[in-house]
């Protein structure tokens, strides 16, 4: 089990990475589908080129936190296409992350409140 | 522009990233790029998009790769740590401080001589020390450079007095045209550079003797860069004698031992043997040119010598040929251990992660 301080280490997740773990988080998913979803999911604000998106993927993917596998279901063309999906630990980060922005985000409201801390 | 034409703009352009991302990632971003030519109506957006973002981040997995590679090195072979760099560049400190005994406008000649002593007890210390590591590389330049001391104020002027009564007189020391000059300078050289280049081998196959020494002798086989590295340590001999005659041989020696100790630093930082080497070199050259600029500059405001051969002007030419003797010379003993290797049919340095074992301790 990796400690805390050590999934800490890791945060906080650029905007890219936070969205593609969010993306994965439901379902595992091809690459397009990430982009497209990442696309919905920050409301066309993070839209993703192929760069961008496989760059994260090379890094999760070293770091242990997502894995590659071969589509089950290829295309009837047979064209390449893989599926990540999120590991435990990828799972971990993700949460630890969320919980970092929960922390921000109860302050921020506290204080727009008027409330003390 | 058409969507095909933008598909193959978009795989040329994925050359741009290091062949082993292509390897893995290649054919997956051609299909997503596909799917979204065929989905996106707004063909611009995506042109803008993707293409304009295509070679920064092929750039950022270079830089990435790169950065991977040193973090590997660093961890396989040559590791270098601090202690290692310090005491290294500790062996190019020894000149600075014949510089300063011999005070400012001081004879340098005299510091050398002076300090001939101190190079006996240096080898001494050096090999005892170097025995009980293993003989590590940091102190190969010591070596070098005590060694050097010694062979070129002591042996060599032995071997001069030896050979001088067989040297036809034209071409023995005198007055003589520059081209004679020339041909006994670079006689005398290759003689000093021989003479150091066999004590060293010497050393080298006496040390292999003692049974710590085959800790030292196999890294050796597989690496004969370090009999270069032991070498390079005489180049800062060498350079003082070039310089120490003249008018602000200070500041010449202090530039050109900079460079040498970049090119020690270099060195050790590089993996492969012909890096090695061409770090060496690079050093030396830099040292000997500043050098030779250095003489050149200075060749004018020297006292004036006795005989008509003896003008400024023939006397910046002389000694800026001089030096590229040296310099040449040099070059061609740094590069004679991987010659004799090869002439004697060895294997040839193994790769790095073979060669783990055989590496002596480092400090």
Not at chain 2, 92 to 102: D, E, G, Q, Y
Not at chain 2, 258 to 265: M, S
């Amino acid at each position: 089990m990796i400690a805390k301080e050590n999934l800490n280490a890791n945060l906080p997740l650029t905007e890219v990475t936070y969205f593609i773990l969010l993306s994965l988080l439901s379902e595992p998913r091809h690459g397009y589908a990430i982009m497209k979803d990442v696309r919905e999911l920050s409301s066309s604000r993070v839209e993703l080129s192929t760069g961008t998106l496989y760059g994260a993927i090379k890094r999760m993917l070293e770091q242990g936190w997502i894995l590659r596998s071969d589509d089950p279901h290829a295309s009837s063309s047979g064209r390449e296409r893989k599926f990540y999906r999120l590991t435990p630990l990828g799972r971990r980060i993700f949460d630890a992350e969320v919980d970092r922005l929960d922390v921000l985000l109860v302050a921020a409201r506290l204080r727009q409140a008027g409330e003390s801390i | 522009m058409t969507r095909r034409c933008l598909l193959r703009l978009y795989q040329a352009l994925l050359a741009l990233y290091p062949r082993s991302y292509r390897l893995t990632f290649s054919a997956e971003m051609v299909e997503v790029f596909r799917q979204a030519l065929d989905d996106r109506p707004a063909l611009w957006r995506l042109v803008q998009l993707e293409l304009f973002d295509l070679p920064r981040a092929a750039l950022k997995e270079h830089l990435s790769e790169l950065g991977a590679n040193s973090r590997a090195s660093r961890g396989g072979l040559w590791v270098v740590s601090r202690r290692e760099l310090a005491l290294t560049l500790g062996a190019f400190a020894i000149p600075l401080a014949l510089i300063a005994w011999s005070g400012p406008g001081g004879s340098l000649s005299a510091a050398l001589s002076a300090a001939l002593p101190a190079a006996l007890l240096l080898i001494g210390l050096v090999l005892g020390a170097g025995l009980l590591k293993g003989l590590p590389r940091w102190c190969l330049p010591y070596l070098g450079l005590a060694l050097s001391l010694v062979t070129f104020l002591v042996s060599f002027t032995w071997l001069a007095d030896l050979m001088l009564p067989t040297v036809p007189p034209w071409l023995g020391p005198g007055p003589h045209e520059h081209s004679t000059r020339l041909l006994w300078q670079g006689l005398l050289t290759g003689m000093m550079w021989f003479s150091l280049f066999l004590v060293i081998l010497a050393v080298w196959l006496g040390l292999g003797l003692l049974r710590r020494l085959g800790q030292f002798q196999p890294s050796a086989n597989t690496d004969w860069t370090q009999v270069s590295f032991t070498l390079y340590g005489g180049a800062m001999t060498a350079l003082l004698l070039l310089v120490q005659d003249y008018r602000n041989s200070d500041s010449m020696a202090l530039t050109s031992l900079a460079c040498l100790a970049g090119g020690a630093l270099l060195y050790l930082h590089v993996n492969k043997p012909w890096q090695r080497l061409l770090a060496l070199s690079a050093g030396v050259t830099m040292a000997m040119g500043i050098a030779a600029g250095g003489m050149w500059l200075n060749a004018p405001l020297q006292a004036a010598w006795a005989g008509p051969w003896n003008t400024p002007e023939t006397e910046r030419w002389f000694d800026a040929w001089r030096a590229l003797l040296v310099w040449g010379w040099l070059i061609f003993f740094l590069l004679a251990p991987g010659l004799l290797k090869l002439l004697a049919g060895g294997q040839g340095p193994r790769p790095a992660n073979e060669r783990v074992n055989d590496e002596p301790a480092f400090c």
